[in-house]
């Protein structure tokens, strides 16, 4: 799953899709794609069957995800603490992310 809140589920080579491809929307309509050998979608259709429940929101990295699809890696949040700039003490966006060195607070995680 992404953070929009699409799930994919097929093949995958060098980091492109490739094959026959079941999404999920964040609304939960499910979705057959195919995708040619260089990661080029070839088609688009509606799945058959039932809608899945939509998307749910993350209480950690805010991010959608549907539960059918989650595991205990799936959260995209930084391990690491916030470490404000030393003097910065007007604001709390200042700083970094101590386990990637993300410069901005609202970075996802890592």
């Given amino acids: 799953a992404i953070a929009t809140g699409l799930a994919f589920k097929g093949h995958w080579e060098a980091n492109r899709r490739v094959g026959i491809f079941e999404v999920v929307d964040v609304n939960g309509k499910r979705w057959m794609k195919s ?3 260089h990661g080029k979608q070839l088609s688009s259709k509606a799945a058959a ?3 899945l429940s939509p998307a749910l929101q993350c209480e950690r990295c805010e991010a959608k ?3 059918c699809f989650n595991h205990n890696h799936a959260c995209r949040r930084h ?6 700039v030393p003097g910065e003490t007007h604001s709390e966006e200042i700083g970094f992310w101590r386990c990637c060195g993300a410069k901005r607070r609202s970075d996802r995680g890592c």
């Fill in 35 to 37: 995708y040619d050998s």
């Fill in 65 to 67: 995800f549907h539960e």
């Fill in 79 to 84: 391990r690491g603490a916030w470490a404000s």
């Fill in 49 to 51: 069957g039932e809608t």
